[in-house]
């Protein structure tokens, strides 16, 4: 069974840097998109960054320039590297890949969520 495991979520102060990683294991025959969503208390999931099977990497205007995505796909894994932080960037950040299965297809699959909080 295919599972994500999210690690690097922690407490830093305004202006801080963080750097997320997601691994993706199982019977895993392909990775294509990967995305990091971030959910704050009270409000809806929003989708913060995007990158695709073939490098191409998308922002959310609130983190473009401060935050950048990339993959390694010889250990099935992705990172978030989270740079300038801010306080509104607090909230609990989730990992996401679209995962061919050697014998299922293609499905969505979800990290379990680290928490992000940007405090002094």
């Known amino acids: 069974q295919v599972q994500l495991v999210e690690s690097g979520g922690g407490l830093v102060q305004p202006g801080g840097s963080l750097r997320l990683s997601c691994a993706a294991s199982g019977s895993i025959f392909n990775i294509d998109a990967m995305a990091w969503y971030r959910q704050a208390p009270g409000k809806q999931r929003e989708v913060v960054a995007i990158?695709?099977?073939?490098?191409?990497?998308i922002y959310a205007d609130s983190v473009k320039d401060r935050f950048t995505i990339s993959r390694d796909n010889t250990k099935n894994t992705q990172y978030l590297q989270m740079n300038g932080l801010k306080p509104e960037d607090t909230a609990v950040y989730y990992c996401?890949?679209?995962?061919?299965?050697?014998?299922?297809?293609?499905?969505?699959?979800w990290g379990q969520g680290t928490q992000v909080t940007v405090s002094s």
């Open positions: 996401n890949a679209a995962i061919t299965e050697a014998t299922r297809g293609t499905y969505s699959y």
């Open positions: 990158i695709t099977g073939s490098g191409r990497t």
